[in-house]
């Protein structure tokens, strides 16, 4: 579960520090960064978790690692945009509070 919430951590400092050329562009991966969250969120919850929920939590993890590192790699040159940083911010939490 504590690696869970780094995981969740790390991710919305590297949402805040990323950067886009394109607003879609970043909308799109900011929501998909928020849909591993929010799936992660959602299995972390569960009180006594089986087998299967720990494999899919490690599986959901490792997925999202990837695509932090994805996301690290590709907004690499704007990770200091003060606007940008807002935004993606912006969504996140508005993806994050739908996720129940």
Known sequence: MKKIIGIFVFAMLVAAGSSCKSGDTLEKDVKKLADYQCQLKK???ITSPSEQVKKEIDTLTKQLTVYLEEMQNKYAA???????????????????????
């Open 43 to 45: 299995l972390g919850n």
């Open 78 to 100: 704007m990770d200091t945009v003060k606007a940008f940083k807002e935004r993606a911010n912006k969504i996140l939490e508005s993806e994050l509070d739908k996720c129940k």
